[in-house]
């Protein structure tokens, strides 16, 4: 079972009352429930990108035998709140959870791979998730058409404290930033079908690879 994770919801600029209240993101920390998630210059929104790259993956998974299992059913909702989605992985004892986002940052490109810094369930999960952020980093690279990022963490590695997502999870998980929609080059590529099919079938092709290298849980 992977649990693919497309952030944010279409309905969550519409319902500020549901999505900022706090809830817990591990380690002491509260978060927001959810967030509205950024857009291109031109108006394409990351929620719309996280859930049509979503689709894509999970056909591509669910035509090689994998069951796939979402956090969202469909992207003009609101929600789930961000420890309610690792909860989904945990329930499911997912060999897999993958968070698809696009970031929105002014200046610079690429994508990368957030992997929790302060991982919260044991060595062997730690180095199960390690093994996944490396082999979606790695197909990413080769495969998506998008650089490791120019302006955040190192080589496309980005590990963080503060995610709720990494820090609840107590399954391998881990966070993809696509590419960088405030970028001209970056954002064509995600706004065209052909450019989130490669984003999807690099993505796909790292969590493959990853499930034959681990055993099942
Ligand atoms: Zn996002």
Redesign the pocket.
């Known amino acids: 079972m992977v649990v693919l994770d497309p952030?944010?919801n279409g309905g969550n600029a519409a319902h500020p009352d549901l999505i900022n209240r706090q809830v817990p993101a591990g380690f002491g920390q509260t978060k927001a429930c959810n967030?509205t998630?950024?857009a291109t210059d031109r108006g394409y929104t990351?929620h719309a990108f996280?859930w049509d790259v979503t689709q894509r993956v999970r056909r591509i998974l669910t035509a090689r035998g994998v069951t796939v299992l979402l956090t969202r059913r469909d992207d003009v909702g609101v929600g789930p709140c961000v420890n309610e989605r690792a909860a989904i992985g945990n329930r499911a004892r997912a060999a897999a959870v993958v968070s698809i986002?696009?970031d929105g940052h002014p200046g610079g490109h690429g994508f990368h791979v957030i992997e929790a810094a302060r991982p919260p369930a044991g060595a062997a999960v730690a180095a199960a998730a390690h093994r996944l952020a490396a082999a979606v980093h790695d197909r990413y690279a080769a495969e998506a058409g998008f650089a490791p990022s120019t302006y955040v963490g190192s080589n496309g590695y980005d590990p963080r404290t503060d995610l709720a997502g990494l820090n609840l999870s107590s399954q391998p998980a881990i966070f993809i930033e696509c590419g960088n929609m405030r970028d001209a080059d970056d954002a064509a590529r995600m706004t065209s079908a052909a450019g989130r099919q490669r984003v999807a079938q690099a993505i796909a092709d790292g969590i493959l690879r990853y499930l034959a290298l681990t055993p099942p849980r």
């Open positions: 952030g944010h967030t998630g950024t990351e996280n986002h696009a």
